[in-house]
């Protein structure tokens, strides 16, 4: 059998095993099973999951995609997880190409004429060759983050990227969440409290309305609901 499908039936196994898991369990078991080999990834929105996960493992590689199109806030945001949590390691995904080489093979503002492409190329593509040096990435997806997610395990296969999938805070709602970062004085992306409860990338970014869906902002007055990192 190969380390492939070892992984696999591992990711299965886990997924029953670990069905209510806490996200503190979750990340224990993470811990216990792939030592350093795993990455825990953040959009730099909070770091809810970045605390948790040093709660298990005080020297956690975090990975943070560097699209090239971040608002200030969150490359700020990023900047002060490293001042807050010394003995994590910032791994900086970046695409192939910068935004100017970009814009010079396909055309200024690709964003705007085919998002899709513009997400593959700049955080697709390097969530795969970042994830490539590891066993296991954990996520901070929530069932309640949108109808494409409502069925997240807790631990499952991640069939595009070839590793296991660990979702520590997969069943948790709003009110906990929000309730971890009160209680916690958890560090928060500034642009949370100014509108913005779903950050991307500043060009494909709005506010949202008082009760709107949170991720009405993203991809505003077009198709799109996903980058494409998470199915």
């Known amino acids: 059998m190969t380390a492939t499908a070892d992984y696999r039936t591992l990711a299965e196994r886990a997924s029953a095993e670990l069905a209510d898991a806490t996200a ?3 990340l224990d078991w993470t811990v216990r099973t792939f030592g350093d080999d795993f990455i825990v990834a953040s959009n730099m929105q909070d770091a809810v999951l970045i605390e948790l996960a040093t709660q298990a493992k005080s020297d956690v590689d975090i990975l ?3 699209t090239g199109y971040h608002f200030a806030e969150t490359i700020g945001t990023r900047d002060a997880v ?3 949590y010394p003995h994590v390691r910032i791994v900086n995904a970046q695409a192939e190409q910068s935004v100017a080489e970009q814009d010079a093979e396909y055309g200024p503002k690709l964003h705007e004429r085919d998002p899709g492409l513009c997400c593959h190329l700049r955080k697709v593509v390097p969530l795969r060759q970042t994830l490539s040096k590891y066993s296991a990435w954990v996520t901070g997806v929530r069932r309640v983050d949108a109808p494409t ?3 997240t395990p807790i631990v499952g296969w991640d069939e595009r990227n070839g590793l296991v999938k660990v979702n520590p805070l997969a069943a948790w709602t709003d ?4 309730d971890y970062i009160r209680e916690h004085g958890i560090l928060q992306n500034p642009l949370v409290s100014a509108g913005y409860p779903s950050i991307g990338c500043a060009p494909c970014t709005a506010k949202v309305a008082p009760g709107a869906d ?3 902002g993203r991809w505003a007055g077009q198709a799109k609901t996903e980058c494409g990192l998470h199915g």
């Open 24 to 26: 503190a369990e979750a």
């Open 64 to 66: 943070f995609l560097e």
């Open 214 to 216: 949170p991720r009405s």
């Open 149 to 151: 997610r409502a069925n």
């Open 175 to 178: 009110e906990q969440f929000n």
């Open 82 to 84: 490293e001042a807050v």
